[in-house]
């Protein structure tokens, strides 16, 4: 049984740093594009970051280029999301997701699903 656990979520100041990680279990990780998805309250889930198996292409949405990174330790079994200088429009439940094969942003192509983690940025 495939299993994804984000950790890492919380309350952070505007301007300030939170890295979430996600744990992967039942599935070949080395096999998997990783990605990373949010949704804020009455808004649509949206892509945020992915990561190709291993680790070659990251892509991001343009909203978080420059302040979040994408990462993946292969040997872990855990991909990464760096995010730094937060917003408070950054508040969102984020969701890890993993598919077998290539990197997309395109969230119904994505097989498995984590139960998420909030991140709250406060002004």
């Known amino acids: 049984q495939v299993q994804l656990v984000e950790s890492g979520g919380g309350l952070v100041q505007a301007g300030g740093s939170l890295r979430l990680s996600c744990a992967a279990s039942?599935?070949?990780?080395?096999?998997?594009?990783m990605g990373w998805f949010r949704q804020a309250p009455g808004k649509e889930r949206e892509f945020v970051a992915a990561?190709?198996?291993?680790?070659?292409?990251?892509y991001s949405a343009d909203s978080v280029k420059g302040r979040f990174t994408i990462s993946r330790d292969n040997a872990k079994n855990s991909v990464y999301l760096q995010m730094d200088s937060l917003k408070p429009e950054d508040t969102a439940v984020y969701y890890c997701?993993?598919?077998?094969?290539?990197?997309?942003?395109?969230?119904?192509?994505?097989?498995?699903w984590g139960q998420g983690t909030q991140v709250t940025v406060s002004s």
């Open positions: 990561i190709s198996p291993f680790g070659g292409n990251t």
């Open positions: 997701t993993a598919r077998i094969g290539r990197a997309t942003m395109r969230q119904y192509e994505y097989n498995y």
């Open positions: 039942g599935l070949t990780f080395s096999s998997c594009a």
